[in-house]
């Protein structure tokens, strides 16, 4: 009798012999569960996407790369570094949209055993010079717009700049893409790369003025990508469906940005390890990429919950043929009820809605929630991804806590970041015997689903992209007739939350809504920006301890937006 029809188990799966079989790893002293047959690092990941050498990797407008491609092309970054004198754990930076030049020189970064620093392209040319000390790198991929945002800066630094897509360049240590790899004849020698060698460098903002730099090592990063696709795996498993067979190759748009985590690691780097289609966007265009699902033959959409939503809202949905979709989600932040309703009712449950819940420090990695179980319980993130993600809820004295109880989420898992670039005491505080603090408060059910119902970081989580309130007042303290001030979320139906300031004129002084907005506006990236800003005459209100008491103002502002709401209907 056949057996070919059958699942496998949970137990094929992840025990002797399995695709995924575990085993027990010692991890900067934490026994962990990892993968026996991973690879060991990252350079090796993509070789085995060769695997799918002729298949096509990476589509932008009317260019189209082959996974050989790739590889040909992270080869002569390699050797291109190499040659101006980049070795191994020395760090490198990329400040760009999401050009195939991006991709090609994260892959020859990695490949060649640096750190790379994935730097948020949306972030002022003095947010960047923040990220270029903060590292330590000495050499920088850019376009033109970041190229435009350094310039101011570059006579008084020690830079190799390589400028992409800039066909003129000017300034000090400037050299154009094509320059960049003439250096070298494109046949790198590869050195020696461990698990635990850092890889990455992703900033990441919270509850401190400036943003931090969280590591990843290589086996961090790659436990990340193989673990979810383990996870599916073992769901399919433990339902009793079958692997899908390979009927034609999966694709995905790449809606993201690739200095977040959601794009990089949700997106991108898995598709390594699929054989999967990457479709990149000059920037999001909900219209454009519904061109692309019927055009592409797009199999998965993921994106911030905000571009799903909008998505499936586009007055022209039902004007493509989005036959070849299976499933719509997103991650980065949560996705409202109302956003996975709208899903399922506009694709009429053809496709799949699913959301997922990690961050920077988990390399994306936490827990995740689609489908049935999506629709039962729609203000879930989900479960932990087994087999690798264990959490649970503690309480303020270091206790766990029983189901249902409210306390401070926490993480474990081989994909945890080894710690903060430079920062051991933020390191400490965040990783607690091999435990991440996540700082989202939250409870878990009988059933294992994890529940975020408040944040102990003081941050803002805008369309999926991370602020720190603190940040942001540190810059509106400067303004000479700035008091006092306070930054606060407020709840927005598009991108689940908004920039807001309370602010405190000096006596005798007079300021606009618009003077902040624009002060900010010259110190941060435009996302960072206040979108509701109110003046105050007196001191902000304080709690008993003496600190401003930021929920009294949220709740004000909110009760002021509805009024405002009320006269403008």
């Known amino acids: 009798m056949s057996t070919q029809h059958l699942a496998p188990t949970a137990s094929e799966l992840l025990g002797p012999g399995g695709a995924y079989e575990l085993v027990e ?9 990892t993968f026996k047959n991973a690879p060991v690092h990252l350079r090796e990941y993509y070789q085995a996407a060769l695997e799918w050498a002729d298949a096509t990797f990476y589509v932008y407008e009317d260019e189209r790369y082959t996974f050989a491609d790739a590889w040909l092309q ?43 620093v994935a730097m948020n392209a949306w972030w002022s040319g003095e947010e960047m010079m923040y990220g270029i000390h903060d590292s330590g790198l000495k050499t920088i991929f850019v376009d033109r717009e970041r190229l435009e945002h350094l310039s101011p800066y570059l006579d008084e630094q020690d830079l190799d ?23 070298s004849d494109g046949s790198p020698k590869w050195p020696d790369i461990a698990a635990d060698d850092h890889a990455m460098i992703l900033y990441t903002s919270g509850s401190t003025a400036h943003p931090k730099g969280a590591v990843s090592s290589h086996r961090a990063i790659i436990h990340s990508l193989l673990g979810w696709e383990a996870g599916a795996a073992l769901a399919r498993a433990q339902a009793g469906r079958p692997q899908r067979p390979r009927e034609s190759q999966p694709s995905m748009i790449l809606t993201v940005p690739l200095f977040h985590v959601t794009g990089l690691n949700g ?109 039962q319980r729609p203000t879930s993130c989900g479960r932990p991804m087994a087999p690798l993600v264990q959490m649970r809820i503690m309480a303020r004295d270091g206790s766990e806590v029983p189901r249902g109880t409210t306390g401070e989420i926490q993480i474990k898992g081989p994909m945890l970041f080894s710690g903060y670039w430079n920062n051991p005491e933020a390191t400490a505080d965040a990783l607690v015997d091999g435990w991440l603090r996540s700082g989202d408060i939250g409870h878990m059910d009988e059933e294992d689903f994890v529940y975020i119902t408040d944040r102990e970081k003081d941050m803002i989580i805008r369309g999926g992209e991370n602020i720190g309130c603190p940040e942001v007042e540190a810059v509106i303290f400067n303004h000479a007739k700035v008091a006092e001030c306070a930054v606060f979320g407020i709840p927005d139906e598009r991108l689940g939350e908004t920039v807001a300031a309370a602010v405190m004129v000096k006596p005798t002084e007079l300021l606009t809504v618009g003077d902040i907005q624009s002060f900010v506006g010259e110190h941060l990236a435009r996302f960072k ?21 930021k929920r009294g103002l949220r709740l004000e502002a909110l009760e002021r937006l509805k009024l405002d709401e009320a006269i403008a209907s």
Not at 161 to 183: C, D, N
């Open 25 to 33: 790893t010692d991890i900067n002293g934490v026994r962990l569960p």
């Open 161 to 183: 700049v390589i400028a992409v897509r800039t066909p003129h360049t000017s300034g000090r240590g400037v050299r154009t893409w094509e320059e960049f790899l003439a250096t």
């Open 267 to 375: 997106q991108l780097l898995p598709s390594f390890g699929s054989g999967r289609k990457v479709v990149g966007m000059y920037k999001w265009d909900a219209e454009k990429a519904l061109a692309i699902i019927e055009r592409e033959g797009i199999t998965h959409f993921s994106g911030v919950p905000t571009m799903a939503y909008e998505l499936v809202n586009s007055p022209n949905y039902d004007n493509y043929d989005l036959s070849s979709l299976r499933s719509i989600g997103g991650g980065g932040a949560a996705m409202t009820p109302k956003h996975s309703q709208c899903i399922d009712e506009r694709s009429q449950r053809k496709t799949r809605a699913s959301a997922a819940y990690g961050m920077t420090e988990t390399n994306g990695l936490a827990a995740s929630n689609a489908g049935d179980n999506l629709r």
């Open 529 to 549: 920006v206040p979108e509701h800003v109110w003046i105050y005459q007196e001191h902000l209100p304080r709690t008993a301890s003496g600190k401003i008491f």
């Open 74 to 116: 992270a080869e002569r970054v390699a050797a291109a570094l190499t040659d101006l004198g980049v070795k191994p754990g020395d760090v490198v930076g990329i400040a760009m949209r999401n050009y195939p030049e991006w991709v090609w020189a994260y892959m020859g970064i990695t490949a060649l055993g640096a750190i790379v």
